[in-house]
């Protein structure tokens, strides 16, 4: 089976966490500092804080940022559940706003529509889906004319660049994950980064139990620290991410020259944007024979995301309890249904992509077949 994502990890990994355990510091020492600084250097981020995974560095950042319970926070229904529940674990309310149906990512047309809905609203968390970064023009406009703080998620787009510029450098407060299948990994880790000293250090008391000084504790804080072994890793897959993103990249110039097929509808691009493809997702009304198809001829696929955040029972439950209304997000819905994520990763070989993209350009849907 081809996989639908894989690690890019090879004898350099391994020799460097091998090298941390067997000098038994295997956590707060050099190599956590070490790849703060060369991740911040590498993007040109002014300071960055390692975490635990993805998701910590959310609560942290938007903690760090102000949110605070019963705040209103703008963000995005098509995402990982991460992202929303981030905002839960603030005790913050989620307002969602629907998405353009070819990015998938935030509509700033009907982030503009919601801030008249919510003019006191102060934060929006956005999130640069799949390796796309957001329509940032027209966000950042909307950000500075209202002053809302913004908080990227870059969970899914280390690397990419808007008109240039990186993500995670448009906002006040910025998160990575290092997830196996993200565009780099530590195997579970994080990494929160922003051009404020303050929030820099608020960011970095909350991660180690509110503590600067051993066994002094200023706030309430959590044990959201990386370990060694994950910066050791992390130190190595930084080395190799611009290359890691290029493959990607060649990867879904090959499917979008060699996949041509009437049911199946090809992830859309925006011009003056470097997509980092951390999964290559298409559209088809026909989803479910698709994957059925594609498994049986051993392909790996995945639907991310099969639910659109709104719509979750948990969420649904949080905000119930706290007597909010549910955001309605049609295009959400509607994309939900049809998404589906064909293997995306360094690694693939020409073989594979080959062999990928012909067998998704002969799939024919069954209604059709037997018309
Ligand atoms: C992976 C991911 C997260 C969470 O990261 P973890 O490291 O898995 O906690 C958050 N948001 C998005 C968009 C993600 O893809």
Redesign the pocket.
Known sequence: MIPISKPSIDEREIQQVTKVISNGQLAQGDNVYAFEEAFADHFDYKYSAATS???AG?HVALKAAGVKTGDIVLTTPF??I??TNAIIYCGAIPVFIDIDDKTFNISPEKLREKLIEYPNVKYLLI?H?FGQPCQMDEIMDLVVSKELILIE?C??AHGATFQEKTVGSFGHVSVF???PT?NMTTG?G?MIVTHSRELFEKCKLLINHGSKKKYMHEVTGYNYRMTEMAAAIGLEQLKKLNSMNLKRRSNAEFYKKHISNEFIQLPFNRENIEHVYNAFTIMTEYRDELIEYLSLKQIGTSIYYPLSINLQDSVQDYLSAMNETVSHCPISGMVSKKVLSIPMYPGLTEPELKYISETVSSFIPRAVLTK
């Open positions: 995974n993805g998701t959310l995402s990982f991460a992202t999130v889906l998620d969970c899914q994950s290092f997830y993200k579970e994080g």
